[in-house]
């Protein structure tokens, strides 16, 4: 099992940055790929893929909507990965979620077995 605790989110205007912070425990991190995924309002369950990077940061890959503006990284001596978000839009507003997988990642969030439990991202205009 793997616990994953979000952080970061709030409230910020168009435009602005923000960095979002996923906390795991349980089994060995380093063994995981991570992932970021997020769920706007009103757009029933499924999880739009936004960012992975898989175990040793061997391999990145982003969503075309935040190519250039969001960056993920992961910190193993921390059990932490972080999303880096920059140039932020109204569309960006979401519950950010992050994920694990111990076989690899996919843009496909039902491949995904361990999640957290999100936190809200708004962008004002």
């Not at 989110?9 to 906390?23: K, T, Y």
């Amino acid at each position: 099992q793997v616990q994953l605790v979000e952080s970061g989110g709030r409230l910020v205007q168009v435009g602005g940055s923000l960095r979002l912070s996923c906390a795991a425990s349980g089994r060995t991190f380093s063994n995981y790929a991570m992932a970021w995924f997020r769920q706007a309002p009103g757009k029933g369950k499924e999880r739009e893929f936004v960012a992975a990077v898989n175990t040793r940061s061997s391999h990145y890959d982003y969503a075309d909507s935040v190519k250039g503006r969001f960056t993920i990284s992961r910190d193993d001596a921390k059990n932490t990965v972080y999303l880096q978000m920059h140039s932020l839009r109204p569309e960006d507003t979401a519950v950010y979620y992050c994920a694990a997988s111990s076989v690899g990642y996919s843009h496909n969030w039902t491949f995904y077995n361990y999640w957290g439990q999100g936190t809200q991202v708004t962008v004002s205009s």
